[in-house]
């Protein structure tokens, strides 16, 4: 793609989505550009990816053609105020935080521009991010075409009604925590069994993402493949019975509401 995508911010997020547009070869690092506060939080992502960096956040609204918001969401405000007189007519801007909306943005920027409410996830690092789109219904289908390429360079898109955002942030948004601290667990759990933790850790995180692949993969249900390891009598039905005992799913779905329910303050 011939493009510049630029990056006001250069935190985690914007680290993990510029670390999976490298790797796909979307655009040559020269065709990146990003802007943060210190030199120290530049220095990383531009040794390791050779991409454009400054301090300047107006350098990054004239030079891109793609501009993605990646500060916190208390700082949209002040960093739109400060580039709405310099955002072009045919630029999309492209806001990655929990609660800002559409109608904010294109509110604080003052005039009619072309906006895009995005929710990607950390594992974009790895070429395996999960992200939700929202257009604004003048973005062109081109632009959207290319938008979207952006966000299938480190994994998976979709688009959904913004009404969903807050699902969506709580689905996949958070969701590696919750991952993460299960995989903690399984190995916590290989480890009162005597395998050694830097093996338990591996097995786990293999253990996961092959079940993920054959939920993408087979299109089963994940009830279905979830019964298909429960052998009568056996012994992961054991386990089965004391995760429903301990209210494991329950868990998870008050914790992606209580998420969900956050999010939703934010944006107020």
Do not use: W
């Amino acid at each position: 793609m011939d493009k510049i995508i630029g990056f006001i911010g250069c935190g985690n997020m914007a680290k993990a989505m510029i670390g999976g547009i490298i790797k796909s070869n979307l655009v040559l690092p020269k065709n990146i550009i990003a802007s943060a506060k210190t030199e120290e939080s530049l220095e990383d992502v531009a040794n390791k990816y050779g991409i454009t960096t400054t301090l300047d956040n107006k350098e990054v609204v004239k030079k891109s053609d793609y501009l993605i918001l990646a500060v916190k969401p208390y700082m949209y405000e002040e960093v739109m105020k400060e580039i709405k007189e310099i955002v072009k007519e045919e630029q999309v801007i492209i806001g990655i935080a929990a609660g800002i909306s559409i109608d904010y943005m294109k509110k604080i920027l003052g005039r009619n521009v072309l906006v895009v409410k995005a929710m990607p996830n950390t594992p974009a690092m790895v070429g395996e991010g999960m992200a939700a789109l929202v257009f604004d219904k003048e973005i062109d289908d081109k632009k959207r075409e290319e938008v979207k390429a952006i966000f299938n360079s480190f994994g998976r898109c979709e688009v959904i009604d913004e009404g969903l955002m807050d699902g969506f942030t709580a689905l996949c948004g958070s969701s590696p925590a919750y991952v993460y601290m299960m995989i903690e667990a399984m190995a916590d759990g290989g480890v009162i069994e005597g395998i050694p933790r830097k093996q338990a850790y591996k097995m786990a995180a293999q253990a996961v993402l092959g079940a993920a692949k054959m939920v993408l993969d087979t299109g089963i249900h994940p009830g279905e493949l979830k019964d298909n390891v429960c052998s009568p009598r056996g012994t992961t039905i054991e386990a089965v019975a004391k995760l429903e005992e301990k209210s494991f799913r329950t868990a998870i779905m008050e914790a992606m509401r209580a998420c969900a329910d956050k999010s939703r303050e934010l944006s107020k």
